[in-house]
């Protein structure tokens, strides 16, 4: 999610979005800056500055000069490829300021042009569109764009046909939540001790269990993994109280007929569902707000204004 800020420093430059970073062209370069997921932590902005391709022996040089300045302009972590230099702003307790971007992004280019990394022409650069590249800003010309976009709709189209159920990944995604609540129970009746937190791991493995089967992505992928963590949570806590209730050597109508008309019984679970339910939605939140239905597309990017 964009700040404000970052979004401001975009329209300072005339830039565009995607869903998580501002790009365009700089000094003749095409920069990327990514905001940090909310979910992540710590928070950080990362500036990527791409280029043609270049030797081993002038990385090498843009790496040193890179890294003997670190202390200078207050990044730790660094990247620097034969394709591009990518720098990390942590931000542990605010947010990084525009001005701080702006010294580091000038450091950046006036590093790589010391190494004779050209800039694109401006003539080529202005026949060049903003497009979203499956979240990474990119500008190209037309010829570009359609070969990507070709290869694209190949590509998809293969997955739609691998993808073809919702089903599958409901499936998926139950299954793979049974270890979960088997370890949930366990530690529930043999240790007396419920956590709650495990509704964060049935998330994480409903998540994974939806990819494994291949469900189908689009509108319905992230209902059904809300869904499935709940049930699993539901099914957990019920088979928790109903192993805790087998003292009584009651039959099954009788332990489930007793866990939801005993008041005190039922306050217990219900409880325990609350809780769990909260940490459910924690899990579900952090894993479902990473999901993407749309993973390989290429479409025009939004101008900030």
Not at 220 to 230: H, P, V
Request: proline share 2%; net charge neutral.
């Amino acid at each position: 999610m964009l700040t404000k800020k970052l979004k401001e420093f975009g329209k300072q430059h005339n830039w565009y979005k995607t869903k998580n970073s501002v790009f365009g062209a700089y000094q003749g370069y095409v920069i990327n800056i990514y905001q940090s997921d909310l979910t992540s932590s710590p928070q950080s902005k990362t500036i990527i500055c791409k280029f043609d391709p270049i030797e081993e022996e002038r990385r090498l040089n843009i790496q040193q000069e890179i890294e003997k300045h670190k202390k200078q302009y207050g990044y730790k972590q660094f990247e620097v490829s034969e394709k591009f230099v990518a720098v990390v702003l942590f931000e542990n307790w605010r947010r990084t300021k525009n001005e701080k971007i702006t010294d580091v992004l000038n450091f950046i280019i006036e590093t790589i042009k010391a190494n004779d990394v050209s800039p694109i022409d401006d003539n080529i650069l202005s026949s060049y569109q903003a497009y979203n590249l499956s979240g990474e800003g990119v500008l190209l010309d037309h010829a570009e764009y359609s070969r990507i976009n070709q290869e694209f709709n190949r590509h998809n189209s293969k997955e739609s046909l691998e993808r073809v159920s919702y089903m599958n990944g409901f499936l998926g995604a139950l299954l793979f939540t049974v270890p979960v609540i088997i370890l949930w129970v366990l530690i529930a009746v043999f240790f007396n001790y419920l956590i709650a937190a495990f509704g964060i791991f049935i998330a994480v493995a409903a998540s994974y269990g939806y990819e494994q089967f291949k469900g189908k992505l689009g509108g319905g992928t992230k209902i059904i993994l809300i869904i499935t963590t709940l049930l699993a949570i539901v099914i957990a806590n019920i088979i928790s109280t109903y192993i805790d209730l087998s003292y009584l050597e009651l039959g099954y109508s009788q332990t489930m007929e007793l866990m939801f008309t005993n008041p005190e019984i039922r306050s217990v679970l219900l409880s325990n569902l609350g809780l769990s339910a909260v940490f459910g939605a924690i899990g579900v939140w952090w894993i479902i707000s990473s999901v993407e239905t749309k993973r390989h597309f290429i479409e025009k990017a939004e101008k900030i204004i």
